[in-house]
C-alpha cells in the first residue's frame, strides 16, 4: 500500500504490487462476432458456467440511442448495450459483443463492440394499461401507453413531455429541434 510519509497513514484506494505479474488464462477471440448469438432472456436464467468476464454476443433492432449508450429489443426482450466505438441509429440491426450485467431490470452488455448487419421498420409497439407502466420486464421495450399531457418543454437537446396515465406519472423524452418547437397544450390527449 501507499503511505504517507507525513502523517504515516495508508492512503486507501491506492495499492501497488510488485513485481507485477499478469497471466492470461483464456485470450479474447480473434473475431468476437463469431460467438454464438444469444437471446437476452436466456442471459436471465441460472448458469453455473457463467461468469462476469465471458463475452457474450446478443443481437437486436435499436429503438432508442444516447451517446455511448444503445436501448435494443430482440422479439418481446429489451437489453441496453454500452459502448464507445459504434454510430447506429434507431431502426438498424445490429450484433453487439461485451460483458454482460444482470444487476437492472435488463440485462446490459457492457465495453461492448458493435456491428451494424441491417435495417427495418420498427415492431408494432406493445400497448400496455397504467398499471403495467412500472413492470421491469418493460425496460428497453417499444410500447403504446394512452396518457394526458401536463406539459411540453425543451430542455438542452431534448423535448420533454410531463405526462400522466391513471395513476402514473412520467416523462418521454424526444429529440428536439428548437427552432420547429411548437408546444402541444397542456390537457392534450396524447
Sequence with gaps: PLVDVQTR???SGKTYIYPALVEMEDPGPQDPFLLPT???SDLMWFNARA???QRTKLAGQVLYSTPGEYFFQDGATGFRVLTTNASLTAGDL???????????P????QAAQIRKTGRTAFPKPAP???EALLD????????EIKAQLISDTIHEDERVLELQSGPQHFMARLEA?????APLPAGSRL
Design 128 to 130: 400496455i394499461s397504467p
Design 136 to 143: 421491469r420486464d418493460l425496460d428497453s421495450t417499444l410500447i
Design 51 to 53: 461468469v462476469a468476464l
Design 106 to 109: 435488463a440485462p446490459v452488455l
Design 94 to 104: 445490429a450484433e453487439a459483443v461485451g460483458f454482460p450485467n444482470l444487476d437492472g
Design 9 to 11: 497513514q495508508v492512503v
Design 177 to 181: 429541434v428548437p427552432a420547429t418547437f
Design 38 to 40: 444469444r437471446r437476452p
